[in-house]
């Protein structure tokens, strides 16, 4: 994919898992759904002794889990990967053309490895897009000016 596509994704997983779209630098809206740890927190406190369990991929080969534990991470981190991966597959047919996919967020990183739609994690995005705008390489349509404190 293009560096300069005219459709942008940015995936960002935080309390929710957000998909935000762009066109030709104009935010057209998005998508939000539940964040992986919003989620698991609502289910181990709404049902009776289910652990808190820390959500990793491991070798990234789907197991069946042989223990409650092992299969709330099964669980949560494939369905969470195959959500993203659908979800993300049908807004890029709605967009059309050539789209860039960017992942942000806590569990970027760890679900891109299960994930084939997440090619470009960037941990730092919002760090990056600031530094752009400040540099006077924000959007092409009024971008900031170079030197302002």
Do not use: Y
Not at 43 to 68: M, N, Q, Y
Not at 85 to 98: D, N, Y
């Amino acid at each position: 994919m293009a560096v300069d596509a005219p459709g942008i994704i940015v995936i960002d997983f935080g309390t929710a898992t957000n998909f935000d779209c762009v066109r030709d630098d104009a935010f057209l809206g998005g998508l939000i759904c539940p964040g992986m740890l919003t989620s698991l927190s609502g289910l181990v406190s709404k049902t009776a002794k289910l652990p808190h369990v820390a959500l990793e991929p491991g070798d990234g080969a789907l197991s069946i889990g042989r223990s409650t534990a092992e299969c709330i991470n099964q669980g949560f981190v494939f369905g969470f990967a195959d959500m993203v991966q659908g979800v993300t597959t049908r807004l890029i047919a709605h967009l059309g053309g050539e789209v860039r996919v960017l992942a942000t967020g806590g569990f970027a990183e760890k679900l891109a490895p299960i994930c084939p739609v997440l090619r470009d994690v960037r941990p730092n995005l919002l760090l990056e897009g600031l530094r752009r705008l400040w540099l006077g390489h924000g959007p092409r349509r009024g971008g900031a000016k170079k030197g302002l404190s």
